[in-house]
């Protein structure tokens, strides 16, 4: 069973649109992070979420939003959609803040039309 | 199940010696590879990548070696430096699509 999925796999949405990019991990970690990778496939962290403690990179626009139901998820919303959001977004967790076992997910292709 | 495989999760090396890092793939669709680096405390930062189309990438100390055939990805540290340690990713994909990403081998540099 994959350790890290995230839902969907690949998103084409128009400009203006908001969507949702789910992440469940099974591994029992505590600490689960958002990236996003951008074309020269450098990953930068968007969001590290830690036993109910949210981290958030400042550069991130308001318009995107983590929002964590439990330990085992957490999910990246993203309000009025704009074409510099195109990116592969990948989820991933670890035993807790920056320790050892840290998986990630395979993916989310968001392109943005 | 794992499409990339780091099948060692840590590796002491002494100063100055080479170090190599393992990572094996199981899709033969992937034709593009990365290996990133991780510090504690900070998210992975590319390090170097490679594609199909060649079975060797060198950048200074570190070379990536390819071998389609074995669908096997190597990346050589030469010479290894105490500020080498940290956590090496290896992913790979089918560019423009998904990337799946290993689990990382724990470098350790000894002085």
């Known amino acids: 069973d994959t350790a890290v999925s995230q839902t969907p796999k690949y998103l084409v949405t128009q400009m203006g649109n908001d969507k949702s990019i789910k992440c469940e991990q099974n591994l029992g970690h505590d600490t689960m992070y958002w990236y996003k990778q951008d074309s020269k496939k450098f990953l930068k962290i968007m969001f590290s979420y830690n036993n109910k403690e949210l981290i958030i990179n400042e550069t991130v626009p308001n318009r995107f939003s983590p929002k964590s139901p439990d330990k085992a998820h957490l999910n990246l919303h993203i309000n009025s959609l704009e074409l510099g959001d195109s990116a592969v977004y990948f989820c991933?967790?670890?035993?807790?803040?920056?320790?050892?076992?840290?998986?990630f997910g395979s993916g989310t292709r968001l392109t943005v039309v | 199940d794992q499409q990339v495989k780091q099948n060692s999760p840590s590796l002491s090396v002494q100063e100055g010696r080479i170090s190599i890092l393992n990572c094996d793939y199981t899709n033969s669709m992937f034709d593009y590879f990365l290996w990133y680096k991780k510090y504690p405390a900070e998210g992975p930062t590319f390090l170097i990548s490679i594609s199909s189309i060649k079975d060797k990438n060198e950048d200074g100390r570190f070379t990536v070696f390819l071998n389609k055939s074995a669908k096997h990805l190597s990346l050589h540290i030469v010479p290894s430096q105490p500020g080498d340690s940290a956590v090496y990713f290896c992913a790979a994909g089918d560019t423009g699509n998904q990337f799946y990403f290993g689990t990382g081998t724990s470098l350790t540099v000894i002085p």
């Open positions: 991933a967790s670890s035993y807790r803040l920056d320790s050892y076992g840290y998986t």
